[in-house]
């Protein structure tokens, strides 16, 4: 069985308030576009946070990385891709985002999100079917 696409993309543009004082956007502003693609993602497979929370369980993100190539700028339009890399025990994200009009790489970065039963605040240490099933993958 082929693996689905497990990515998306989303385009965004930094606003004015995303600017620090030295007229770039502020380097803790890139995580929050990660989180509108990562959102995309999830959504894509019927999977998204409230889905999530009805399923039983909460996916917090335990890690994420992020490498800074180049500044990003008031009004520039960025693509920002997420793909799901690894769905066994825990769910892996890797994003790339670069500017929408050069291709040039501005930021690369990983996240890790590990599912919790929300009725025993355990964590599990497999994923459970339900990611499984949105995502079309079967278990190895």
């Known amino acids: ?28 502003h890139y995580v929050k576009y990660l989180e509108l693609a990562r959102c995309a993602l999830l959504e894509r497979f019927n999977y998204s946070y409230p889905q999530m ?12 990385r992020l490498k800074y190539v180049r500044t990003a700028s008031f009004g520039q339009k960025l693509r920002v891709r997420a793909e799901i890399v690894e769905w066994e025990n825990r769910l892996r994200i890797e994003y790339l985002m670069r500017d929408a009009q050069t291709g040039a790489k501005v930021n690369r970065a990983s996240s890790i999100q590990v599912a919790v ?24």
Do not use: K
Not at 3 to 20: G, H, K, R
């Open 117 to 140: 039963d929300m009725n025993t605040r355990e964590m599990c240490y497999v994923c459970p079917p339900v990611l499984w099933q949105r995502l079309g993958v079967a278990p190895c």
């Open 1 to 28: 069985m082929t693996t689905p696409d497990l990515s998306c993309e989303i385009e965004v543009v930094p606003a004015f308030f995303d600017l620090d004082p030295m007229d770039i956007v502020w380097h803790g």
């Open 53 to 64: 929370r009805e399923s039983g369980y909460a996916w917090p993100v335990v890690d994420m």
